[in-house]
Protein backbone atom coordinates (compact mmCIF):
# COMPACT_ATOMS: atom_id res chain seq x y z
CA UNK A 1 0.00 0.00 0.00
CA UNK A 2 1.18 3.67 -0.84
CA UNK A 3 1.89 5.81 2.50
CA UNK A 4 -0.88 8.09 2.99
CA UNK A 5 0.47 11.31 2.60
CA UNK A 6 -1.10 14.56 4.54
CA UNK A 7 -1.07 18.65 3.98
CA UNK A 8 -2.87 21.72 5.23
CA UNK A 9 -1.37 22.52 8.34
CA UNK A 10 -0.63 25.30 9.72
CA UNK A 11 -1.09 28.02 12.40
CA UNK A 12 -4.46 30.15 12.96
CA UNK A 13 -5.61 32.15 15.96
CA UNK A 14 -8.29 30.40 18.09
CA UNK A 15 -11.63 30.14 16.60
CA UNK A 16 -10.26 30.15 12.81
CA UNK A 17 -10.63 27.20 10.48
CA UNK A 18 -8.07 24.85 8.65
CA UNK A 19 -8.61 21.98 6.10
CA UNK A 20 -6.27 19.26 6.41
CA UNK A 21 -6.01 16.71 3.39
CA UNK A 22 -4.71 13.44 3.23
CA UNK A 23 -3.87 11.92 -0.39
CA UNK A 24 -4.64 8.21 -0.19
CA UNK A 25 -3.96 6.56 -3.85
CA UNK A 26 -4.45 2.83 -4.03
CA UNK A 27 -6.84 3.00 -1.30
CA UNK A 28 -10.09 3.03 -3.31
CA UNK A 29 -11.91 -0.12 -4.89
CA UNK A 30 -11.53 -1.94 -1.21
CA UNK A 31 -13.04 -0.84 1.84
CA UNK A 32 -10.55 0.45 4.02
CA UNK A 33 -10.94 2.84 7.06
CA UNK A 34 -8.63 6.09 6.65
CA UNK A 35 -8.56 8.15 9.88
CA UNK A 36 -7.51 11.33 11.51
CA UNK A 37 -5.13 11.37 14.34
CA UNK A 38 -3.72 13.88 16.27
CA UNK A 39 -0.47 13.95 18.72
CA UNK A 40 0.35 17.17 20.98
CA UNK A 41 3.98 17.22 23.01
CA UNK A 42 3.76 14.74 25.95
CA UNK A 43 0.50 13.47 24.92
CA UNK A 44 -1.12 10.01 23.66
CA UNK A 45 -1.68 9.94 19.96
CA UNK A 46 -6.04 10.35 19.98
CA UNK A 47 -8.02 9.45 17.00
CA UNK A 48 -10.41 12.24 15.90
CA UNK A 49 -11.85 11.18 12.40
CA UNK A 50 -12.70 7.98 10.45
CA UNK A 51 -13.89 7.64 7.16
CA UNK A 52 -14.45 4.05 4.92
CA UNK A 53 -13.39 4.66 1.71
CA UNK A 54 -16.32 4.59 -0.91
CA UNK A 55 -18.83 4.53 2.02
CA UNK A 56 -20.89 7.08 3.28
CA UNK A 57 -20.11 5.66 6.58
CA UNK A 58 -17.96 8.70 8.92
CA UNK A 59 -16.84 8.96 12.76
CA UNK A 60 -15.42 11.84 14.62
CA UNK A 61 -14.38 11.89 17.83
CA UNK A 62 -16.58 13.64 21.18
CA UNK A 63 -13.72 15.98 21.61
CA UNK A 64 -14.05 17.64 17.79
CA UNK A 65 -17.55 16.59 17.31
CA UNK A 66 -19.69 20.07 16.51
CA UNK A 67 -16.22 21.46 14.96
CA UNK A 68 -14.83 19.33 13.09
CA UNK A 69 -16.61 17.62 9.83
CA UNK A 70 -14.52 14.56 7.66
CA UNK A 71 -15.15 14.14 4.06
CA UNK A 72 -13.74 12.10 1.32
CA UNK A 73 -13.70 12.96 -2.16
CA UNK A 74 -13.47 9.28 -4.35
CA UNK A 75 -12.09 10.74 -7.62
CA UNK A 76 -9.43 12.48 -6.37
CA UNK A 77 -8.62 9.98 -3.67
CA UNK A 78 -8.46 12.16 -0.87
CA UNK A 79 -9.75 12.42 2.65
CA UNK A 80 -10.53 15.72 4.30
CA UNK A 81 -10.72 17.06 7.73
CA UNK A 82 -11.90 20.51 7.99
CA UNK A 83 -11.60 22.11 11.62
CA UNK A 84 -13.66 25.05 12.33
CA UNK A 85 -13.68 26.73 16.03
CA UNK A 86 -10.07 26.28 16.66
CA UNK A 87 -9.20 26.13 20.06
CA UNK A 88 -5.22 26.10 21.83
CA UNK A 89 -5.75 22.38 22.77
CA UNK A 90 -6.35 21.51 19.17
CA UNK A 91 -2.75 21.81 18.59
CA UNK A 92 -0.80 18.91 17.58
CA UNK A 93 0.91 16.86 14.70
CA UNK A 94 -2.37 15.43 12.80
CA UNK A 95 -1.48 12.15 10.93
CA UNK A 96 -3.60 9.87 8.40
CA UNK A 97 -3.15 6.47 8.81
CA UNK A 98 -5.25 3.74 6.87
CA UNK A 99 -6.32 -0.20 7.28
CA UNK A 100 -8.22 -2.85 5.84
CA UNK A 101 -11.57 -2.37 7.49
CA UNK A 102 -11.68 -5.75 9.05
CA UNK A 103 -14.14 -5.59 11.23
CA UNK A 104 -14.56 -2.13 11.86
CA UNK A 105 -12.56 1.00 11.80
CA UNK A 106 -13.35 1.32 15.33
CA UNK A 107 -11.95 1.33 18.15
CA UNK A 108 -9.72 4.13 16.59
CA UNK A 109 -6.67 3.32 18.31
CA UNK A 110 -2.71 4.08 16.89
CA UNK A 111 -2.21 0.18 17.52
CA UNK A 112 -5.32 -0.55 14.42
CA UNK A 113 -3.67 1.34 11.84
CA UNK A 114 -1.01 0.05 9.67
CA UNK A 115 0.18 2.75 7.01
CA UNK A 116 0.75 6.53 8.50
CA UNK A 117 1.48 9.46 6.66
CA UNK A 118 4.13 11.70 7.95
CA UNK A 119 2.02 13.63 9.58
CA UNK A 120 0.83 17.79 9.21
CA UNK A 121 1.74 20.55 11.95
CA UNK A 122 -1.53 22.72 13.10
CA UNK A 123 -0.59 25.73 15.62
CA UNK A 124 -3.19 27.44 17.37
CA UNK A 125 -2.62 30.51 18.98
CA UNK A 126 -4.74 31.72 21.42
Known amino acids: QVQPVESGGGSVQAGGSLRLSCAAP????????LAWFRQAPGKEREGVAA????????YLSDSVKGRFTVSQDHAKNTVYLQMNSLKPEDAAMYYC???????????????????WGQGTQVTVSS
Open 97 to 115: AAKRIGVGCLPLTPAQYNY
Open 26 to 33: GYTGSLTC
Open 51 to 58: VVTDSGWS
